[in-house]
């Protein structure tokens, strides 16, 4: 059994800026600081990381509930940010997890995302795709997406109730980020050029195979088979 975790952001969707916005927003509610985040990039980034570096721009205390309070007020706006007429599925989406899930026992489908996890759920219901991934890990459970591997790897154990090897995860995900948090345990990424960085970038990377988009489904369930 092949675990295959996928990216959100740039990978399955593009909110629309839903995202971002909604971190402004949480930042001028709680410090009245408007456009808090500009300049800081987001794409690969865990959303506790990036809230971490928000607040050290600012200047702001990390401690004394700051944390759980912009996670808190970020929701609240995502829930209504996600609404936007500019959020689109990116291409070959659903016939990929479609795909993938009719191949039985031999995949299971889970997530490894910079989101918290309820941000993660926000997006993904708004497509109707939260049936796809049980389970996976968050940037809630992480500051470093680095660590986010082995904590998916033990949620889909005891949800299984059968060991996962590390050299069988497959993370697809569009940045080089994402390839960067599967080589330290041996697994394998597929980089898809459909977010901020060209193929060459998730090539230099080292991704194991690199694609457009996910819209030709047999060369990505080829691709999935082979790693």
Known sequence: MKL????????????????????????????????????ITMAGKTDLQIMQEALRKHNLPSENGAIPAVMEVYLRNLKREIGND?????????????????????????????????????????????????????????????MLLPIAVKRFEALTGRAIEHRNCIIIGDTPRDVHCAKPYGAACIGVATGPYPKQDLVEAGADAVMDDLSRTAHLLEAIGDL
């Open 4 to 39: 295959i975790l996928f990216d959100i952001d740039g990978t399955i969707m593009d909110s629309g800026g839903a995202g971002s916005r909604s971190l402004d927003l949480a930042f001028k509610e709680l410090f009245s600081i408007p456009k808090a985040f500009s300049g």
């Open 86 to 146: 500019e959020k689109h599925l990116k291409p070959g989406i659903r016939e990929a997890l479609e795909a993938i899930r009719k191949e039985g026992d031999r995949y299971i489908m889970g997530l490894l995302t910079g989101n918290i996890e309820e941000g993660a759920r926000i997006k993904l219901d708004t497509f109707d795709l939260n049936p796809y991934f049980p389970s996976g890990a968050f940037g809630n459970d992480h500051e470093d997406r680095n």
